[in-house]
């Protein structure tokens, strides 16, 4: 993806933000205790900053397990969203590749779904300078489970339907390239990986927005994406009559850790 398309898909979030808050999954109850337990320090009580927030999903669990959480957000109208749904909670507007902290200020620096969209040549030394000596960077995607096979047979129409080679990377990459971006540090984070499967029950229309709020698809045309969504909706309906759809997710989950 070269850097003016990467631009514009990153932007891209702000043409739905509303629909992103509804439609999109949050996490699994076992994501943070498994964060806790891999960063060996608490939650409660932490310093936590949020970055690439959107409309609040990730930092509104973190605040909830006890952190003390400040959401970084570029984009207006994600932040708007934001700060419509979640009016208690802190948020600045800037991106992990300049992040408006103090060094060594920071016990948890999170990126949940937002990782990717960062230059890992300007966030990895933010991460360093920002986290305190045993603070950690957690990293996590909602990733398809793919050995699902409706899933598989959809992320195939997808994948056809956006003219993307079948190993190419979507917009849920999940950590792949992340420990490779990470080994630049030298030794100075401690990583860690796991997988943890999940799942959720929601209506086809649900279904239908969650996808459409993928930057694949927010980049398009409205009767171009209408098609697709149309098509999909068919080929949904004949599977599930009751329009009730089992989601399954892989999160895949890197902590790194600073000594």
């Known amino acids: 993806m070269d850097i003016p398309q990467r631009a514009s898909r990153a932007h891209s979030f702000n043409r739905a933000a509303a629909q992103y808050a509804a439609s999109r999954p949050s996490y699994p109850p076992a994501l943070l205790p498994t964060i806790e337990e891999l960063a060996a320090r608490p939650f409660a009580r932490s310093t936590t900053v949020d970055v690439g927030a959107g409309t609040g999903i990730s930092t509104a669990l973190l605040h909830a397990h006890g952190a003390h959480v400040l959401a970084v957000e570029p984009g207006p109208d994600m932040a708007a969203e934001f700060r419509r749904t979640h009016p208690h909670l802190p948020l600045v507007r800037a991106d992990g590749n300049a992040l408006p902290l103090a060094t060594a200020s920071v016990d948890f ?18 991460a360093l300078r920002v986290l305190r000596p045993g603070g ?124």
């Open 109 to 126: 620096l999170t990126y949940a779904q937002s990782w990717h969209w960062t230059d890992p040549t300007r966030s990895v030394p933010e």
């Open 136 to 259: 950690a960077l957690a990293l996590w995607w909602n990733t398809d489970a793919l050995d699902v096979p409706w899933i598989a047979d959809a992320a195939t129409r997808i994948r056809c339907f956006l003219g993307l080679d079948a190993d190419a990377p979507m917009e849920q990459t999940g950590t792949t390239g992340a420990p490779a971006a990470l080994e630049a540090t030298a030794g100075r984070l401690d990583c860690a990986r796991r997988r943890i499967r999940w799942s959720r029950r929601v209506s086809l229309h649900t279904h239908l927005a969650n996808i459409a709020t993928h930057s694949g698809f927010l980049v398009l045309d409205e009767a171009t994406r209408n098609t697709f969504l149309t098509e999909e909706r068919a080929h949904l309906q004949a599977l599930f009559p009751d329009e009730q759809i089992e989601e399954t997710y892989d999160v895949d989950l890197l902590v790194a850790t600073r000594p």
